[in-house]
């Protein structure tokens, strides 16, 4: 089983940030590679498309709003991975004034290297933690 993991310090809040990115359906509000989302089976499973057009399927495993966090899993999408499992999460740091958001998951390779696969996943997720930091840039400490 490989792994991927990226984590970017923003300096506002841990609410403020999780405000924005805990709901399961939140992803087009600050990841550019994700347009849209659309929830179904109760709001367990999101079906997002690519800017390509292509269908991402994930299910929400687990949620805990106190801790800031969820895992999901993808049930279907373009990955070169199978048994991928992710969990976002949200920490505050600095006593408050800022907060650490970490991606982090787990698969297995399907066709190409587990060191591939990695790297496709670092990316995507310090990609997107680069994004989320700009939607908060200029905002200033909340």
């Not at 999780?18 to 992803?27: A, C, D, T, V």
């Not at 299910?59 to 969820?70: I, K, W």
């Amino acid at each position: 089983m490989a792994q991927a993991s990226a984590s970017i310090r923003i300096p506002v809040t841990a609410d403020a940030v999780w405000q924005l990115i805990g709901g399961f359906n939140s992803l087009p509000d600050w990841l550019p590679y994700i347009p849209s989302s659309e929830l179904s089976e109760g709001g367990r499973v999101r079906h997002l498309a690519n800017p390509n057009g292509e269908a991402i399927v994930e299910r929400l495993e687990a949620f805990d709003n106190g801790a800031r966090s969820y895992t999901y899993s993808i049930l279907e999408a373009p990955f070169p991975v199978t048994g991928y499992r992710s969990t976002l999460q949200v920490r505050e740091i600095e006593g408050g004034r800022a907060a650490q958001v970490d991606w982090s998951g787990e698969f297995t390779p399907k066709g190409v290297s587990d060191g591939e696969a990695s790297s496709l996943f670092e990316g995507i997720y310090r990609d997107g933690l680069q994004a989320l930091a700009a939607a908060f840039a200029g905002k200033g400490s909340v």
